[in-house]
């Protein structure tokens, strides 16, 4: 009997202690017997990371304003510098003293004569600089009636509604008179060169006068 109590008692030590074992066991997680691995720099980035990584850096300053390139827009958004090319780059500098004649002539005039010249392209500064003096065909100046002439200055569209009756506001105008002197600034041409028109009016009585005219440009 001893010998089988002893056997006995002897098998419950034996079962408690695997008892408490495996319970103590299963308390440890397994987790906490796997040593975290070491981050290498070998090992890959992260998605965001690498986004980022793509992103450009923004220098801001006024040394990066400075070195920014002007056909870039600027942060808020302003448009770039335009390569455009304007009317304005089509005028060249004109020889300085440059003269040309465009009209030196002695004409019948009864009613209206036109007189055209043109411009060369790229003229930047042009002048006309003119004279003319009327009188009466045939008859003796000191006696006769005044042979009073106007003169009008037509760029091609105005010369267009003149033609066609209808009202024109002129370059420019010269009262009548026998003895006028002009001096007038033209505007500045650009690629292509541009006609105008003299216009001579016979505001006088006398049927027939006598124009001479000398008009030149000087650029």
Known sequence: MKIMAGRVIGLCAILVISWQAWTHWNRVTPTALVAPAAKTDEQPSSYAEQELAKKS??????????????????????????????????VGPSPVGTRTVVLRQ??????????????????????????????????????????LVQLLLLDEKQYARWLSGGS????????????????????????????????????????????????????
């Open 57 to 90: 850096v923004t220098v801001w300053g006024p040394l990066a304003d400075y070195l920014k390139p002007e056909t870039a827009p600027n942060s808020e958004g302003e448009q770039a510098v335009s390569d455009e090319i304007v009317e304005s780059d089509h």
């Open 168 to 219: 024109v506001e002129a370059l420019f105008s010269a009262d009548a008179s026998e003895d006028q002197e002009i001096h007038f600034s033209l505007p500045a041409t650009f690629g292509q060169p541009v006609k105008y028109h003299l216009v001579f009016r016979n505001d006088s009585g006398a049927a027939k006068t006598i124009v001479q005219a000398d008009f030149q440009i000087e650029y």
């Open 106 to 147: 002695s004409f019948l005039l009864t009613r209206e004569v036109n007189r055209s010249f043109e411009l060369p392209a790229h003229a930047f500064s042009p002048q006309l600089h003119g004279h003319y003096r009327s009188f009466p065909q045939g008859g003796d100046k000191a006696s006769a009636e005044p042979t």
